[in-house]
């Protein structure tokens, strides 16, 4: 299959009259897959309400089919042709986030969706993406448009259309670019089916801006319990990863340096994911800074971008920092811990 690609400017307002944006609509109406920017990461879009199209996603990633899609939408009315029942924490979450990067868990409409889009189960992920040129491939095909992220499956996500082309060109009919994401993680995923709302996959929207609105929120006991089944079928598989394997330090600089002296003295070529400010402080064979410490919303940004680019290198290891767990770290720990599947060294306490 021949990919076609498109360069759409964000900053033009009259999106939904462009060429570009008119003819991946048509070729999703079609029931053809097409990639597109969003806030967060770009996703592999197609029509929500067809068996064919959702078949063509799940090949293209190479994606289980018990791993359910998020269906994306560009307006509210959009909510009750899919789902029934919204609880009043869903629409206080939806009122105060959306569009943006929260992904909510609503019990669905039955026999409207593709089975396959939602794995059989009985709820359905649903999130309004804030990017122009998302809400504007939406709103002009007028359908609900189940998107993954736009990468194969265990890959990290896609940040830019770059990212999209290496992994999917030739298998998918159209890749739209819009430029680097935002975000730059994937949205959060919340559960609004039971009393309180429960973070099942941490991301742009944090633990701390959902309690700022609905005054509590739990987060998924597999978050923090490596022994329990995550209720949101994606988190159980290994994402994220390079093909060097990664190990998590947690230690002084000068005994990361060691670390990576060690195994340099082994003969192994060791890359190291680091931030602006410690760039100057360490030696290694590759080191690639990742946005700056005192801003972790810039972490984000460069994540699977940095985490992408060692793949471009020789190195045997990757060595990486840690962050704290709070406001957006909590999402970079997540995908941080899945990338090094869960390799932690730490430096021995005196
Ligand atoms: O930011 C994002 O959310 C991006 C962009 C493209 O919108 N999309 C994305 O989709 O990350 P994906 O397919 O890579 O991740 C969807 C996650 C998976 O972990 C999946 O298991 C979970 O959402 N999910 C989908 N439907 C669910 C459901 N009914 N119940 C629980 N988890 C669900
Ligand atoms: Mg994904």
Not at 15 to 23: M, S
Request: glycine share 8%.
């Amino acid at each position: 299959m021949r990919t076609k690609h498109w360069h759409v400017d964000n900053s033009v307002d009259v999106l939904d009259t462009y060429p570009q944006i008119e003819e991946a609509a048509e070729l999703l109406k079609q029931d053809e897959v097409v990639a597109f920017p969003t806030e967060t990461v770009y996703g592999l879009g197609g029509n929500a309400l067809s068996d064919q199209a959702a078949a063509k996603i799940f090949a293209a990633k190479g994606r289980p089919a018990d791993n359910p899609l998020i269906v994306h939408i560009a307006s509210k009315q959009q909510v009750a042709d899919i789902a029934v029942n919204l609880s009043q924490t869903a629409e206080r979450l939806m009122e105060a986030f959306w569009p943006g990067p929260l992904t909510v868990i609503l019990e669905k409409q039955p026999n409207r969706l593709s089975q396959l889009v939602t794995a059989g189960l009985e709820t359905v992920a649903v999130r309004m993406p804030d990017h122009p040129v998302a809400l504007a491939v939406i709103r002009k095909c007028g359908l609900p448009i189940a998107a993954p992220s736009a990468n194969r499956s265990g890959k990290p996500s896609p940040t830019s259309a770059r990212h999209v082309q290496d992994d999917l060109d030739g298998v998918i009919a159209g890749i739209i670019d819009g430029g680097d994401t935002g975000v730059g993680v994937e949205s959060t995923v919340v559960d609004c089916t039971g009393s309180i709302p429960v973070i099942l996959r941490p991301g742009g929207i944090t633990k701390e801006d959902i309690e700022a609105v609905v005054g509590e929120a739990a987060i998924d006991a597999a978050l923090t319990d490596m022994n329990q089944q995550p209720k949101s079928p994606g988190m159980k598989y290994k994402h994220y990863a390079p093909e060097a394997p990664v190990y998590l330090l947690d230690g002084s600089r000068s005994w990361v340096q060691s670390r990576i002296n060690e195994q340099r003295q082994e003969g192994k070529k060791v890359g190291l994911l680091t931030t602006e400010e410690n760039l100057p402080f360490y030696e290694a064979d590759v080191i690639l800074p990742c946005g700056r410490r005192d801003d972790l919303r810039t972490v984000a940004h460069s994540l699977y971008e940095v985490l992408r680019a060692f793949n471009e290198t020789d190195v045997d290891i990757i060595y990486s920092e840690t962050f704290p767990t709070d406001g957006v770290g909590l999402a970079i720990m997540n995908r941080l811990e899945k990338a090094a599947a869960h390799r932690w060294l730490h430096e021995k306490q005196k």
